[in-house]
């Protein structure tokens, strides 16, 4: 069935479609030109601007006023503090220790309130304030800010009003308490959605007239920015307050927030490392409120919410009001599924911020990175109701439909968005998108529902439904479990559509992605980078995320980390490559495996570069022994328990009957029988086949034995050595366990010897099936004389045999009979080549040609449609798949390949004849009476 969604009236984003427009293509342009400057989004150190560095030395200044100016730019001296009256209230606010602001006797109420705001005291904070006649415009700002957090909207929205209409923007202190007064009745629900604009142009106006060098303006700017999705220039704007004031915790932390939303884990970090030094320069043992909540967010990203509660725990204990620890700790219990929690924590926060949205926000945006769509839409229509006019839960909502593949929802979530706040880069990206998609063709088969946009695109899309039923069948198969719904597959035509679809903004690097009801995947295209990331074969790809679909669906979402990939890798049919076994072995060898605990941290806390990839391999490995072990209903009975909420650690026991500690032992023992069966643990090995040589010769044989002597000597000092020393980076701790663990002993540093090709020849006699002696054999032979000739041809025989894992055998055996033109010889090596080959439709195109030859009709048109489906918009793919379908007798294929050559070539008028010929050919054969 096909169909193309029907119009719709203009609605509210129809009233601000040019404003959407140019927010997508600046975007773009700002993502591209970020990209090509790659400069880290947090950064790595800060130095001052120059500017700053000239202003504060100039030598009419007085010294109070240097001191003054060092604490506004964060280059202060403890010195600078007792010259400047509150001076000590104004650094420590600038670090985020609030609780120094608090007991600082020097501090003003003003400055007093805003600590206690800021530690979720904003009621206690009230009673100390003037009434908003008698204070002044700083007293009136701070007050709106503790009446919205008492829940007093009405209240706020006035104050908030009072500030506007007084303050001089000529003076840089009202200029920032009238933005600090706008952001306040924003978040009220009051104002005006052009407010951004305004804000945004007096802020510059206090730049450019007042005080260029002042850092508050440009922290104030970025935050707006960050808060709208404008990351293009809000990371830039943040950068320069920082060089401007490198000691703003403000700055660092909404630097930090955002590298953690985004993966950006490294950058995290640095952000919490920035801020714990930060707060310790009063050298006191308080905590960095803002390293805690960057931590935090991080850990919740990475899916792992015991270390979010941890640090959240903390963090309470000595600030149990704070108010974005509270909202993140409700969250944490929600992704925790413990609902009790759950409650309790959102009671918590709104005894602190009374009707506050921002708990109910937290949790349905947690609830949403963990898929778990329907409680997340509750807990986000909960913040609405509390906050009908906050845009930011519109936005959150209208991201997590189009993920739940609701677009219809979606729409409605985003335009309300659009229209509260039009300046919101991330929902007027994602509104822009939906308003795309409304115009993309729909096609549809029993078990899926595929969208493409009109024109080219096409020619991927028409080929695809009938591949995927048959991939349906097979994976429901294998997981016993169907989806209650159909498959959203949404065919991108480039990667900015897709990142856009996926995450709302054009900055993800991958082809493919699912969200549990939709699949969203890139057309497989060569072209500018920026758009395309080059030719794949999409049914591989979508067989991995179709994958995850089954599985979250079967669990409710519920599949640890580290099996629903591993599951998904398992299922793609593909061999491992040549690389990922020689590590794995590696890793065998040394010991270093990961146990059940260690592979889902691999994922979300790697300790080394190179583990997230490996926990993949080693994932589908384990679940490859599972099977042979269990049998297939084992994996099945697992996915069972993890929907009925049973934790991994008993989940296991239970399925398998075998503690997780067994599990792993006995998956070593299995992965070490793997290993030589690949042929990359052969005994002897090389090591001891050189070491005979050694023993022949006199010099060698000392060596050895002096190399031996070498050995235990560092042996002792590895043991022993740290002994009586301190403990330190790079220094040997005498209490390190490992020091007593043979396999992390230093190995033996042998004299080097060349083994002749008689010593080869010989040895590979006593060994015939020896994989090392083999390659050495062929590749020493080869590179004297590249002719192979019998007795070369079956040493690669036997090599490929005996390593069965490396491609190198069948690229020699392929090339040498591609050129002796022996097809029947040539395809079975051309068929491991195209398993093992990810963008590269070559083999399979020369799979397709030698099976012509050869007479393998059905073989040439499998080969001729994987290389469809790779190159698909290459007309000369094309041309061989049409022909290798009419010869299978597969006519309808064929027209499918001739209709997409009139897409891809419509100024050549011989496919319109083709067509009609095909056409022909399928009636007549309709004609023809069965039997």
Same mark, same amino acid.
């Given at each position: ?183 306040? =009745? !924003? %978040? &009220?629900?009051?104002? #005006? ?7 945004? *142009?007096? $802020?510059?106006? +206090? ?49 930090? =927030? !955002? %590298? &953690?939303?985004?993966? #950006? ?7 919490? *490392?920035? $801020?714990?030094? +930060? ?49 993140? =700790?409700? %969250? ?600």
């Amino acid at each position: 069935m096909r169909h193309r969604d029907e119009h719709r009236s203009p609605g509210p984003a129809a009233r601000i479609s040019l404003r959407v427009a140019a927010l997508f293509t600046g975007l773009f342009l700002t993502a591209t030109a970020s990209g090509q400057e790659r400069a880290p989004m947090v950064p790595e150190s800060v130095s001052p601007s120059p500017l700053v560095t000239q202003a504060i030395s100039a030598e009419f200044l007085s010294e109070e006023e240097q001191a003054a100016l060092r604490i506004r730019h964060g280059l202060w001296s403890m010195e600078d503090l007792s010259l400047v009256p509150g001076g000590r209230a104004l650094a420590a606010a600038d670090l985020g220790r609030w609780d120094l602001v608090v007991d600082d006797p020097e501090a003003s109420v003003v400055q007093r309130v805003t600590a206690l705001h800021h530690l979720g005291r904003s009621a206690e904070g009230r009673l100390e304030l003037p009434s908003l006649e008698d204070g002044g415009l700083d007293s009136a700002s701070i007050r709106a800010a503790t009446s919205l957090a008492a829940g007093e909207q009405e209240r706020a929205l006035d104050e908030a009003d009072f500030v506007i209409d007084k303050v001089d923007f000529n003076d840089m202190e009202e200029g920032l308490l009238a933005i600090e007064a706008y952001r306040t =009745r !924003l %978040a &009220a629900g009051g104002g #005006d959605p052009r407010d951004f604009d305004v804000m945004i *142009d007096r $802020l510059g106006g +206090l730049r450019s007239r007042v005080d260029r060098i002042d850092p508050r303006p440009r922290l104030l700017e970025g935050l707006l920015l960050l808060e709208r999705g404008n990351t293009g220039e809000g990371i830039p704007a943040l950068h320069e307050a920082l060089s401007l004031n490198p000691r703003s915790a403000e700055a660092w932390l909404a630097l930090g =927030r !955002l %590298a &953690a939303r985004r993966f #950006d884990f490294d950058g995290a970090e640095r952000a919490a *490392d920035t $801020l714990e030094r +930060l707060a310790g320069a009063f050298n006191d043992d308080g905590i960095s409120i803002g390293a805690m909540i960057v931590r935090a967010r991080s850990a919740l990203t990475r899916n792992d919410p015991d270390l979010a509660a941890d640090l959240l725990d903390r963090l309470l204990e000595v600030h149990p009001r704070q108010p974005e620890a509270l909202a993140l =700790r409700a %969250a944490v219990a929600a992704v925790q599924y413990d609902q009790e929690q759950d409650v309790d924590w959102l009671a918590r926060l709104d005894e602190v911020e009374h009707q506050s949205p921002r708990g109910w926000y937290e949790v349905g945006s947690a609830l949403s990175f963990d898929r778990q769509y329907d409680a997340a839409a509750e807990a986000l229509a909960e913040a609405i109701r509390r906050r009908p006019r906050w845009p930011e839960s519109h936005v959150g909502l209208g991201m997590l439909q189009m993920q739940a593949a609701r677009d219809d929802r979606a729409r409605a979530a985003l335009e309300t968005a659009v229209e509260l706040d039009p300046y919101h880069k991330g929902a007027a990206f994602s509104l822009f998108l939906l308003e795309e998609l409304a115009e993309f063709e729909t096609i549809e088969s029993e078990h899926f529902l595929l969208r493409y946009r009109p024109g080219e695109d096409e020619v991927v899309a028409l080929g695809m439904l009938e591949p995927l039923e048959r991939m349906h069948e097979d994976l429901v198969g294998r997981f016993r479990h169907e989806p209650e719904r159909k498959t959203v597959i949404e065919l991108m035509p480039d990667h900015e559509f897709f990142a856009v679809r996926i995450t709302g903004m054009p900055a993800i690097h991958t082809i493919a992605a699912c969200t549990g009801p939709l699949i969203a995947i890139e057309v497989p295209r060569v072209g500018s980078p920026r758009k395309h990331l080059g030719i794949f074969d999409w049914l591989r790809v979508l067989r991995h995320e179709y994958a995850h679909t089954i599985t979250l669906s079967q669990t409710g979402n519920r599949i640890p980390h580290w099996l629903t990939e591993a599951a998904a890798v398992s299922i793609e049919g593909v061999p491992r490559t040549y690389d990922t076994c020689g590590k794995l072995a590696m890793r065998w060898r040394q010991g270093d495996l990961f146990d059940l605990d260690e592979i889902n941290f691999a994922f979300i806390r790697p300790k080394r570069p190179g583990d997230r990839s490996m926990a993949y391999a080693q994932g589908a490995w384990m679940v490859e022994f599972m099977n042979e072990r269990w049998g297939d209903q084992a994996l099945i009975d697992l996915m069972e328990l993890y929907f009925e909420g049973i934790q991994e650690k008993d989940a296991i026991p239970k399925a398998l009957g075998i503690e997780r500690d067994d599990f792993h032992a006995e998956f070593l023992e299995w992965a070490g029988q793997q290993i030589q069966e690949w042929g990359l643990d052969p005994s002897p090995s090389l090591d001891e086949l050189a070491d005979r040589v050694r023993e022949e010769d006199p010099d060698q044989r000392e060596a050895m034995l002096e190399a031996r002597r070498e050995r235990l000597a560092r042996i002792a000092d590895f043991i022993s050595g740290g002994i009586g020393r301190p403990a330190g980076p790079g220094g040997i701790d005498p209490r390190d366990p490992s020091r007593f663990i043979v396999e992390q002993w230093p190995q033996i540093r042998r004299p080097p010897v060349e083994l002749d090709d008689e010593a080869l020849e010989g040895f590979l006699e006593e060994h015939p099936g020896h994989p090392d002696l083999l390659e050495l054999v062929i590749r020493r032979r080869l590179r004297a004389d590249e002719t192979l000739d019998d007795s070369l041809v079956e040493l690669l025989d036997r090599y490929a045999e005996a390593r069965p894992v490396d491609p190198y055998p069948h690229r020699v055996l392929a090339r040498h009979h591609l050129q002796e033109e022996d097809a029947e010889a040539v395809v079975p090596h051309l068929i491991e080549l195209d398993l093992r080959s990810d963008k590269d439709p070559g083999f399979a195109l020369e799979i397709a040609r030698q099976a012509r030859r050869i007479g393998d009709r059905s073989l040439a048109f499998k080969a001729a449609e994987r290389a469809a489906r790779m190159h698909a918009y290459d007309p000369a793919t094309r041309e061989l798949a049409a022909s290798c379908s009419i010869e299978a007798g597969r006519l309808q294929d064929a027209r499918r390949h001739i209709a997409a050559l009139a897409v891809l070539e419509p100024q050549q008028p011989r496919h319109a004849k083709r067509l009609q010929a095909i056409d022909r050919l399928i009636e007549s054969r309709k004609a023809i009476p069965a039997g």
